[in-house]
């Protein structure tokens, strides 16, 4: 039997967004992401560091293939669901933050990743995304999020413990 998502868990077009100000001021919306969001979304991931990539994807992908691209924006809101914050550019925006989870097959708990634009990290974007993230878990009835990072990943070490999660060491890698 497949588990039907209710109502309440999808949302659909009245999914939340959240107007959000950051520590210096600087103001995002955070909002699902769709495939309208494509393009942005390409630009975003090739604008990262090599490490904020290398954090996040656990890997290198410099330049993110369409078929990635539209994995990561073509998005169900049953088993996955992805925010974006978008801050306003010309006449248009760019993302400057993610935010997703996928649910795993328990269906009562779910993975999770964040990643912020380099120049905006350290301003309380991660914490928000994330925050928004787990807003929508809890109202869908998940028991928890988890994160598999890089030992030398601090950055998500400090989010993680400053959103209340515990962190401990894969005891099958030995890095
Ligand atoms: C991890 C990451 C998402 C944090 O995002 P962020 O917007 O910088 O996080 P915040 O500004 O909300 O900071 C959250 C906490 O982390 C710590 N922190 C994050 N960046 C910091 C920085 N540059 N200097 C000092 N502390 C920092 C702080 O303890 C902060 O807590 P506080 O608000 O009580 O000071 C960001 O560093 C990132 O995108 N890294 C690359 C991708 C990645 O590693 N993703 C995680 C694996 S999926």
Redesign the pocket.
């Known amino acids: 039997m497949t588990d039907k998502p209710s109502h309440a868990a999808y949302l659909g077009p009245d999914y939340p967004h959240w107007n959000t100000t950051l520590s210096d001021g600087s103001e995002v919306l955070i909002r699902p992401i769709g495939p309208q969001d494509a393009a942005a979304e390409k630009a975003f991931i090739e604008s990262l560091s090599p490490q ?1 990539r290398r ?2 994807f656990l890997g290198q992908i410099a330049h993110p293939s369409d078929e990635f691209i539209h994995q990561l924006t073509d998005i169900d809101y049953i088993n996955d669901v992805a925010l974006v914050a978008i801050a306003p550019e010309g006449a248009g925006y760019r993302i400057v933050g993610v935010s997703r989870y996928a649910i795993d097959s328990s269906r009562k708990d779910c993975e999770c ?4 634009a380099d120049k ?8 928000a995304l994330m925050e928004c993230l787990k807003t929508l878990a809890t109202e869908r009835g998940l028991l928890s999020m988890r ?1 598999v ?1 890089l030992a030398e ?1 601090w ?2 070490r ?2 993680a413990s ?1 959103l209340g999660f515990h962190s401990s060491p894969d005891p099958s890698d030995p890095h």
């Not at 990743?113 to 912020?116: C, I, L, M, R, T």
């Open positions: 904020s954090n996040r990743a964040v990643v912020v905006w990290q350290g301003k309380g974007l991660g914490t994160s990072d990943n950055e998500m400090d989010l400053a």
